[in-house]
Nanobody, 125 residues
């Protein structure tokens, strides 16, 4: 049974930073492409960032480049999302996703087979 468990969300002020973590189990993590998506209230789930199984290739939503950084530690079966200079419009539920046995990076919701339960990030003064 594959499980992805996100953590690290919370309430922060504009300009603050947060690091989200996603711990995977039940899959060969080191052979899985990983991604982060987010969903604001009343909106569809959208791509944030993704990383290849070895960590050598990353992708970001254009609007987030320079503020967000994705990384992974395959020894810990964990993928991270470092979020800096947070803005109120970053408020959303952030989801971790996995696509096993995949050598590339993926940016669409439909590309991913497994999903975490999400972690809430609220940016407000």
């Amino acid at each position: 049974q594959v499980q992805l468990v996100e953590s690290g969300g919370g309430l922060v002020q504009p300009g603050d930073s947060l690091r989200l973590s996603c711990a995977g189990s039940g899959l060969t993590f080191s052979s899985s492409a990983m991604g982060w998506f987010r969903q604001a209230p009343g909106k569809e789930r959208v791509f944030v960032s993704s990383i290849s199984m070895g960590g050598g290739v990353t992708r970001y939503a254009d609007s987030l480049k320079g503020r967000f950084t994705i990384s992974r530690d395959n020894a810990k079966n964990t993928v991270y999302l470092q979020m800096n200079s947070l803005k109120p419009e970053d408020t959303a539920v952030y989801y971790c996703a996995a696509r096993d046995s995949s050598t590339w990076v993926y940016t669409r919701v439909d590309d991913y087979r497994y999903w975490g339960q999400g972690t809430q990030v609220t940016v407000s003064s």
